[in-house]
């Protein structure tokens, strides 16, 4: 919902309304089984975030570009939104507001299909910057790197479903 700055005159916001920003968090619209519910958080299926865990303890990652670190594999909570996210200020206080782990624009609208049919699911979600003040100049040098490194998580991934042979 897009508000004025400041907020509007006698009206209680939720704790991670922004009014600086202009910025109140309100859900999404799912229509399932004929009813219609308003969903503000998508919960992927604990057995995919586990097999993504010991996916990640199974292969060796490349250093990032340019670094001698590892990439660090975390689980927790993505924010979605429709723009992409270069501000150091706006980053930190989506962490505050939502301990977001991660900002991306595509993940939710995996989340809703699924949820809406019954899918089990999960993001894997490599960052290429950290949506500070100069993310725009270096996302291009390591979209091939994150790219990359997604994809072995998810190899290692599918190997070790066929190994267990679960139905997903």
Request: charged share 25%.
């Amino acid at each position: 919902m897009v508000i004025p700055i400041g907020g509007l005159p006698d009206v209680d916001y939720p704790e991670t309304t922004d009014l600086d920003r202009v910025f109140v968090p309100m859900g999404v619209p799912i229509y399932k089984g004929g009813m219609m519910e308003c969903k503000t958080f998508f919960e992927a299926e604990p057995d995919l975030i586990n097999l993504a865990l010991q996916a990640s303890e199974k292969i060796v990652f490349e250093p990032v570009p340019g670094t001698d670190r590892l990439p660090v594999v975390s689980v927790g909570i993505i924010v979605t939104g429709d723009h992409f996210i270069a501000s150091t200020h706006k980053s930190e206080w989506l962490f505050q507001a939502f301990e977001a782990l991660s900002t991306e624009m595509e993940g939710a609208a995996v989340a809703q299909v699924a949820y809406i049919h019954d899918i089990p699911w999960v993001i894997i979600r490599t960052n290429s910057d950290i949506a500070d003040d100069i993310a725009e100049d270096i996302t291009k040098e390591l979209l091939q790197y994150a790219a990359e490194t997604s994809a072995k998580l998810v190899v290692k991934m599918v190997e070790l479903l066929a190994e267990e042979k679960k139905p997903y």
